[in-house]
Every structure is written in structure tokens, then in C-alpha cells.
T-cell receptor, first 116, second 113 residues
Framework: NAGVMQNPRHLVRRRGQEARLRCSPVKGHSHVYWYRQLPEEGLKFMVY????????ESGMPKERFSAEFPKEGPSILRIQQVVRGDSAAYFC??????????????FGPGTRLTVL | GENVEQHPSTLSVQEGDSAVIKCTYSDSASNYFPWYKQELGKGPQLIIDIRSNVGEKKDQRIAVTLNKTAKHFSLHITETQPEDSAVYFC????????????FGAGTRLFVKA
């Protein structure tokens, strides 16, 4: 069974560019979560999505950040007009539908974003 | 919302000794407490979890205890090995406004051979 897949694993952007991070959940999982991790810190919740719906985006900055999980294809975390403070590791996690949004989450390897 | 505190931030033990990491949470409504291990350059990996209807759970060298009254839970690793060296995160679920997992700040465990 393939686990959560994220790409790219490393992404370098210049200030003002857009960053697009992709996450393919475990096959059959319909819940996706995005977290951000700064160096030497824990993971901070950003957003929780189900297919075609944003369930909880309370951890996501109001500007420049958006997320989607379309009916077909991976979940996308999009950061517009990146700034140096956006440099971090972004992790995606997924959980199966029958266990609900609060149950066991399986994490991907992360995308390390560097903003120059 | 939920807040999770984790101690210590760094822990160094001799191979074969036990390691204990402690966490407290603030929201009495939380009912699911996972522990994750993160190795350098990798994503967090679930190692054990506990639900609020039990007080203790064990899986080989790893055990977790939960005290709902005091709102704290702990990870115990016995007979530590060098490959246990990693960052460990405790977490708790948060029902406020939706579904999310709140993580502690992490404990960097060093196991000296």
C-alpha cells in the first residue's frame, strides 16, 4: 500500500513567486490535513479538507494561502506571493473516512519550501 | 481551543535505560492522544496512541499512560536503543470549530551507545 505522497520534496522560490504543494492521500482516504513545521518547532495545524470541501481552515493565514482537495487528483496547498517567513516544512496527513476527522492521521514525507 | 505542553525539550539517556516524556493538555473534551516519532528529514510516524476510555496502552518497548483527571499523558520507552534517537511529539485532538490535531513542541531524544 502506498502511503501519503507529497511532491515536490524540496521547493525553492524567490520572494513574490507562487508555491504549489501537492499531496496524494493514502488510497481510499478522503480526509486530508495540512500542517506547517518551522525549524526546531512542532507541527501547526493549517487546514482540514474532505473531497471538494474545506472543513476547518482556522490555522491558515487569511491572505496568500489557499487549499483545495478536488474530486479527482491530489490536494493542493497554494501560497501566493511567497515571503521569507513562509520557508518551512509543509506536511500533509490523511485519515480514512470511516474513522472521522479526529482519528489516526498518516503523514507524508513533507515538502521543504525555501524562499530566497 | 486545545493547548498541549511537552517536557522535556531534550532528553539524553544511555542505551538500555528508560526514557519518559510528559505532556499536558488543556481541553477536557479531547479524547484521542497520539504520539509521533520524527527522524531527520522525514515526516512524523505514528508510534502509539491512546483514547480517553483507557488509562494505559503498551506495544513492546513503548507504553503510554493517560490521566484524564490531571489532563496529562506520558510516553515510556524501555530498553532504549540508538535507533530510538529522534524527535517525539505528543498530540491531542481538538473539537473546537472542527477537527484538528494539536501537537506539543517536541522532545529531542538522544540515546548514547
Amino acid at each position: 500500500n502506498a502511503g501519503v505522497m507529497q511532491n515536490p520534496r524540496h521547493l525553492v522560490r524567490r520572494r513574490g513567486q507562487e508555491a504549489r504543494l501537492r499531496c496524494s492521500p493514502v488510497k481510499g482516504h478522503s480526509h486530508v490535513y495540512w500542517y506547517r513545521q518551522l525549524p526546531e518547532e512542532g507541527l501547526k495545524f493549517m487546514v482540514y479538507l474532505q473531497k471538494e470541501n474545506i472543513i476547518d481552515e482556522s490555522g491558515m493565514p487569511k491572505e496568500r494561502f489557499s487549499a483545495e482537495f478536488p474530486k479527482e487528483g491530489p490536494s493542493i496547498l497554494r501560497i501566493q506571493q511567497v515571503v521569507r517567513g513562509d520557508s518551512a516544512a509543509y506536511f500533509c496527513a490523511s485519515s480514512p473516512p470511516e474513522l472521522g476527522g479526529t482519528d489516526t492521521q498518516y503523514f507524508g514525507p513533507g515538502t521543504r519550501l525555501t524562499v530566497l | 481551543g486545545e493547548n498541549v505542553e511537552q517536557h522535556p525539550s531534550t532528553l539524553s539517556v544511555q542505551e538500555g535505560d528508560s526514557a519518559v516524556i510528559k505532556c499536558t493538555y488543556s481541553d477536557s473534551a479531547s479524547n484521542y492522544f497520539p504520539w509521533y516519532k520524527q527522524e531527520l528529514g522525514k515526516g512524523p510516524q505514528l508510534i502509539i496512541d491512546i483514547r480517553s476510555n483507557v488509562g494505559e496502552k503498551k506495544d513492546q518497548r513503548i507504553a503510554v499512560t493517560l490521566n484524564k483527571t490531571a489532563k496529562h499523558f506520558s510516553l515510556h520507552i524501555t530498553e532504549t536503543q540508538p535507533e530510538d534517537s529522534a524527535v517525539y511529539f505528543c498530540a491531542a485532538n481538538d473539537h473546537t470549530g472542527g477537527f484538528k490535531t494539536i501537537f506539543g513542541a517536541g522532545t529531542r531524544l538522544f540515546v548514547k551507545a
